[in-house]
């Protein structure tokens, strides 16, 4: 029972019969010396997601939006046919205020997978072959991404890694250069002045 369909619904003699069930439920806690009353009333997903899951969760859309244009065959479209109307997912949070009703909700699996690669990105980003890294420990460990269409399955996840990782590489070395520029920049203004 939820307490919001008590006091949202108008109808007075549904209002109180949903008002006696609920004394009823909570007279059953109290004579059963049940002081956690939880089961009363609906659970609620009080879950917050991190950051990162919300960016990834983004840019999954993004990404099923790109594949979504390349593979054209039923099972495929199937797949990157995601809604685009607000989720309830806690890693949808972002994606939900950025939407204007056109942003994708990525498939799961797809958001899991790329989860996936971006822990191995964290692991291997210090690496100048990152990408064969990650390519190396996807293979080896046999990572199984679930996608729907068999033909194209190879190809839709070697799009996937290469996409994604080539993405990462690119704001991963904008990240760094900036850090770079300014230790560059605090050792010039130290530079001048120490007398040579």
């Known amino acids: 029972m939820d307490i919001k369909t008590i006091y949202e619904n108008n109808d007075a003699s549904e209002r109180s019969k949903k008002i006696k069930e609920l004394k009823e ?14 089961s009363v009333f609906d659970d609620h ?40 109307e607000a ?15 056109w942003l994708l909700h990525p498939n799961h699996s797809l958001f899991e997978f790329i989860r996936y690669i971006e822990d ?10 990152v990408f064969e890294l990650i390519v190396n420990h996807i293979t080896e460990n046999n990572k199984q991404f679930w996608f729907s269409c068999s033909l194209h399955k190879t190809d839709v996840m070697s799009d996937i890694i290469t996409y994604y990782i080539t993405m990462r590489m690119r704001q991963y070395s904008v990240f760094q250069n900036r850090e770079q520029n300014k230790l560059s920049s605090k050792k010039k203004k130290l530079s001048k002045l120490v007398n040579t």
């Not at 991190?50 to 054209?72: E, H, N, P, Q, W």
């Open 45 to 84: 997903n009080y879950y917050k997601a991190s950051a990162v899951d919300c960016v990834i969760y983004y840019v999954c859309g993004y990404i099923t939006r790109k594949l979504a244009k390349r593979y054209k065959c039923e099972e495929c479209t199937t797949f990157f046919n995601s809604s685009t």
């Open 25 to 38: 439920l909570l007279d059953t806690c109290i004579e059963k010396g049940n002081i956690e009353v939880d």
């Open 120 to 129: 191995l990105f964290n692991q291997y980003c210090k690496y100048s072959d």
């Open 87 to 101: 989720s309830a997912n806690p890693v949808a949070a972002l994606t939900n205020i950025k939407s204007k009703g």
